[in-house]
C-alpha cells in the first residue's frame, strides 16, 4: 500500500484548536456565525451542506442554511445575500456551488462583502491572493486546507516541482497561488496540456482535482512523490472514489485517500475561516 497521509487526523487536530479559539471568542460575547445558502436539490450538495452544518454545532459556531428552490431567481440570491451581508451576526457567507444555469456564479460570489467571503472567490480576495499579500484575507478553504496538509508531510516546498491538474476557481488557481507564494515552481495544467505524462513523471508534487476516476496512476509519478487526490467520484455502485488509481503496493509514495482525505480538510478549514472572519469583525 501507498503510504496514506490521515487528513481526517489532521482535519481533527485543526479541530480541536479552533474549539479553544471559539471558547475564548464566546468567552468575550462574540459567536461566530456562518450562512450557507443552497440553490437546488443536488444530492452531492446536501451531504456536504450537512457535513458544514454539523462541524459547526460541534464546534459552537453559529450556522443558518437557506435552502432555496432550484427556480430560484438570480435576484432572488442576490436579494438574500444583501440581507446576509447586512446582517451583524453572520461572519461568513458561503454559496454553494454549483448553481443553477439561470444564476451567474461569478456576479453572485462578487456580491458577497470581501469581508465575509469565506470562499475567497471575491475578486479583491482573489487578488490579494495572486499578489501574496501580507495582509488578512479570505482564501478558498480546499487549496487552504491542501497546503495545512503538505505543511505536516512536505513542509519546505521551497523550489519544489509542483503540478496542479485542474483550474477551476474553486480549488486549481488559488493552489496554483498557493503553492507559488510558497516558494514552489509551479505548472497548470488542464485539457489542452500536450505533455501531461512528462509533467506527472517529473514532479515532486502532484494536485489532481479533475473529477474523473483512475485519472493518476501512482505508477506514473515518482517514488517519492506526494500525490494529493481532490477528486470526489460516486462510482454507480454508490462507493466514494478519487481520481487517483493507487496501483503501487509497496512504494513509499504519499497519497491523501478518498474518502479520509482532502475533504475533512475542507470543511475544518472552512470554519478556521469562519472563526478568523469573526475575530477581523470583533477588531480585538
Ligand atoms: N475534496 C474536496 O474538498 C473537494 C473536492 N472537489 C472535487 O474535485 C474534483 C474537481 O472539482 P473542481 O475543481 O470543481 O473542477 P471542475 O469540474 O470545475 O474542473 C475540472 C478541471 O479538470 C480539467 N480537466 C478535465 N479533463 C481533463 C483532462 N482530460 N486532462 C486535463 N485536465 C482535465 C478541466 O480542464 P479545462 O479547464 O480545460 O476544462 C478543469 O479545469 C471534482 O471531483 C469535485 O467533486 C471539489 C472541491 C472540493
Ligand atoms: N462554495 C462552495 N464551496 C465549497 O467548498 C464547495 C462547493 N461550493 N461546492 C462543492 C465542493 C465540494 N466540497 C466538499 C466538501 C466536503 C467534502 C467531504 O466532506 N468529503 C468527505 C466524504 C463525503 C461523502 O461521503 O460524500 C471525504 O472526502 O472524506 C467533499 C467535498 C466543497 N465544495
Known amino acids: 500500500m501507498t503510504k496514506l497521509i490521515d487528513g481526517k487526523q489532521v482535519a481533527n487536530d485543526l479541530k480541536v484548536q479552533i474549539a479553544s479559539s471559539v471558547k ?7 459567536t461566530p456565525g456562518i450562512a450557507v445558502i443552497l440553490v437546488g436539490d443536488d444530492p452531492a450538495s446536501q451531504i456536504y451542506v450537512r457535513n458544514k452544518q454539523r462541524a459547526a454545532e460541534k464546534l459552537g459556531i453559529d450556522s443558518e ?39 451567474d456564479e461569478n456576479r453572485i460570489q462578487s456580491a458577497i462583502v470581501p469581508e465575509k467571503d469565506v470562499d475567497g472567490f471575491h475578486p479583491q480576495n482573489v487578488g490579494a491572493l495572486f499578489n501574496n499579500a501580507q495582509d488578512y484575507y479570505p482564501m478558498a478553504n480546499t487549496p487552504r486546507g491542501i497546503m495545512t496538509l503538505l505543511n505536516e508531510y512536505m513542509p519546505n516546498l521551497v523550489g519544489k516541482k509542483a503540478l496542479v491538474i485542474g483550474r477551476s476557481i474553486l480549488v486549481g488557481r488559488p493552489m496554483m497561488a498557493m503553492l507559488n507564494n510558497a516558494d514552489a515552481t509551479v505548472t497548470l495544467a488542464h485539457r489542452h496540456t500536450t505533455n501531461l505524462e512528462q509533467l506527472i513523471a517529473d514532479a515532486d508534487v502532484i494536485v489532481v482535482a479533475v473529477g474523473k476516476p483512475h485519472f493518476l496512476k501512482m505508477s506514473d509519478v515518482k517514488a517519492d512523490a506526494v500525490v494529493i487526490d481532490v477528486g470526489i467520484n460516486r462510482l454507480a455502485d454508490g462507493t466514494l472514489v478519487g481520481d487517483v488509481l493507487d496501483d503501487m503496493p509497496d512504494s513509499e509514495q504519499l497519497l491523501t485517500p478518498v474518502p479520509g482525505g482532502v475533504g475533512p480538510m475542507t470543511i475544518a478549514t472552512l470554519m478556521q475561516t469562519t472563526v478568523e472572519l469573526a475575530r477581523q469583525h470583533s477588531t480585538i
Open 24 to 30: 475564548k471568542l464566546i468567552a468575550l460575547g462574540i
Open 65 to 103: 442554511v437557506i435552502h432555496l428552490p432550484a427556480t430560484t431567481s438570480e435576484e432572488k440570491v442576490l436579494a438574500k445575500i444583501a440581507a446576509l451581508n447586512a446582517n451583524p451576526a453572520i461572519d461568513a457567507i458561503l454559496v454553494q456551488s454549483p448553481m443553477p444555469a439561470q444564476i
